[in-house]
């Protein structure tokens, strides 16, 4: 059950409400009452206040079954049952960081999956991931430089041995799948066999209203610039006689995209480049201070160069985010790159990753590590780049309401979700990106037996397609909090379970996201200058309160 009503307070109410739920240091003036469960909504007020009124809007995902659902007042019922009441105060003067988005990648797994789908059938799910009108409007992106742990195989984008790059080409991302890449694919049927990773971005832009940032990262080099392999493009590191020329193959890889229509947003020099020795999967070995080499003598210096990167304004090129691997270990692999000026003028912020997703609760989702960063660093952007978990193939949505199990360990998905997205954004963190936008309902193509889920997953046999509570509670952010939008101010009550944050956009609308893990409902009283909007969040449930100007 939910209700959302707007209160302007009179001096001749009955209805108390307690200072200590609100934490303020001046009271509501009181004008109006409206009943929490009164069933006519919308009663006059006899006196008229100077201030911006807003219209209300609840969207609430819950274990009970919503899915981002819009909670109307004529839901409302009478109800008997206590409910705890949860003071919180919105704070708009008060502006914390600036967004830049929310969402998930571009893979080639991604863009094998819709190959296998009709193109309406296609065209729709882009639609709902991509519209901010019909979807959830993802606004912040990913995408691999050669192949990463979802592509359907190993790949770069030139022949062995050219050290000079002259058979550099992006023709791999949009030559389209023949069906016999690997033994996933193969014997299933491709409805186009011509699409591909560069296709998806761009159908995926040309969906109205689409409005998305792209972070590119590469995996691996081509093997022959490595050593210490363990196999073909996994483990070792890059040879530092190759640093120059890995450098330019990475600018030209900006360069071939935009001639592809494809502005890059961002870039990180190394996906998780702790991984030199233990990964199973497409990888490369930076340490903290091989990173800052890399980006200090080659990488910087060539993007300059070839006009990707502006060192007069880090905002108007290629943004460089460095790191791109687990917060737990963020702050010791940044400080060699942000100590030294040289390096440090070329890397706009930090990326990183949420594994290993079982530690997070008992490290309290790393805060002190996101405030160490933020304000170490205060002039260095703060990136989430990577999340996901492994997919339960017999209970793709279930799976992320109850007690997971995957490599990391055991925790429940959907409030490990939501407990480090609000905390990221909390403590600083200004985009969120899961890995897959989307994957099948095996968590495939994926060759190395890494079986991930993801938002959308797609029976590629049957055509089925399954939105997962991973994509509701990804639209609950990427849909209301849009780009350009900072954090605010939101004050309140302490309460076990209970977890909130709130943004103010551009347009003046603001969204406040509450997240409630407890098995009881709670009666959200919202404070905003004078007035007072009242909301039941469920059990298990998210919410986001949208208001908007009158």
């Known amino acids: 059950m939910g209700v959302f009503n707007r209160k302007k307070q009179s001096k001749h109410h009955n209805l108390k409400i307690k200072t200590h739920y609100l934490k303020t240091t001046k009271t509501p003036k009181i004008i109006c009452l409206q009943l929490l469960f009164l069933s006519i909504i919308g009663a006059s007020c006899s006196q008229k206040e100077n201030h911006q009124d807003y219209k209300p809007n609840v969207y609430q995902t819950s274990f009970a079954g919503d899915n981002l659902k819009l909670l109307s007042n004529n839901n409302a019922k009478t109800t008997s049952k206590a409910v705890k009441q949860v003071g919180l105060e919105l704070l708009p003067d008060q502006e914390f960081q600036k967004y830049y988005g929310f969402g ?3 893979t080639e797994s991604s863009a094998w999956n819709l190959a296998t789908i009709p193109v309406k059938s296609r065209k729709e799910v882009l639609t709902k991931l991509f519209s901010p009108t019909e979807g959830a409007g993802f606004s912040l992106t990913r995408t691999h430089i050669n192949s990463s742990d979802y592509s359907n195989n190993h790949y ?11 058979t550099f080409s992006i023709h791999e991302d949009m030559k389209g799948f023949t069906g016999n890449e690997n033994d996933q ?10 699409y591909d990773l560069i296709p998806m971005i761009l159908e995926a832009s040309s969906i109205p209203g689409a409005d998305f940032k792209i972070i590119a990262s590469p995996w691996s080099p081509p093997s022959w610039m490595k050593t210490g392999e363990t ?10 006689e190759y640093y120059g020329l890995w450098a330019k193959y990475l600018s030209m890889y900006v360069s071939a995209y935009a001639k592809q229509g494809i502005t890059l947003w961002g870039m990180t020099p190394q996906n998780e480049p702790l991984h030199a020795h233990n990964a199973q999967w497409d990888s490369n070995g930076f340490t903290p201070e091989q990173g800052r080499v890399f980006l200090r003598d080659y990488l910087g210096p060539q993007l300059v160069k070839d006009g990707h990167l502006d060192l007069n304004d880090l905002d108007a090129g290629l943004h460089v985010l460095i790191y791109d691997h687990n917060k737990s270990t963020m702050n010791d692999y940044v400080t060699p790159t942000y100590q030294d000026p040289e390096a440090s003028k070329y890397a706009w912020g930090t990326a990183f990753h949420w594994y290993t997703n079982s530690e ?15 304000t170490t660093w205060p002039n260095k952007g703060m990136i989430h780049s990577e999340s996901s978990i492994d997919i339960d193939v017999n209970d793709p949505i279930g799976q992320y309401w109850r007690a997971s199990t995957d490599y990391a360990g055991t925790f429940v998905p959907f409030e490990t979700y939501a407990y480090d997205i609000i905390t990221d954004l909390n403590h600083g963190t200004q985009g969120y990106v899961e890995w897959c936008s989307i994957l099948s309902d095996k968590g495939q193509p994926n060759p190395y037996n890494n079986f991930n889920s993801a938002p959308v997953l797609i029976n590629p046999v049957t055509d089925q397609v399954i939105y997962t509570p991973l994509y509701y509670l990804l639209s609950h952010f990427s849909k209301f909090i849009r780009p350009g939008a900072h954090r605010i101010g939101l004050t309140g009550d302490t309460t076990d379970g209970l977890i909130y944050t709130a943004a103010k956009n551009t347009d003046g609308s603001i969204a406040v996201v509450v997240f409630n893990k407890n098995e009881e409902s709670y009666l959200l009283n919202l404070t905003l200058n004078n007035s007072i909007y009242t909301t039941q969040i469920a059990p298990r449930a998210m919410q986001t309160i949208l208001l908007q100007s009158k």
């Open 104 to 106: 998930a990648s571009f």
């Open 156 to 166: 770069t984008y030139i022949e062995k041995g050219d050290t000079d790059l002259s």
């Open 185 to 194: 694919v193969r014997g299933i049927e491709l409805v186009d066999p011509s």
């Open 231 to 240: 196999s073909e493009m996994t483990n070792g590191s890059l040879l530092p």
């Open 360 to 374: 997070l609760k008992a490290n309290n989702w790393y805060a002190k590590a996101l405030d160490q960063l933020r």
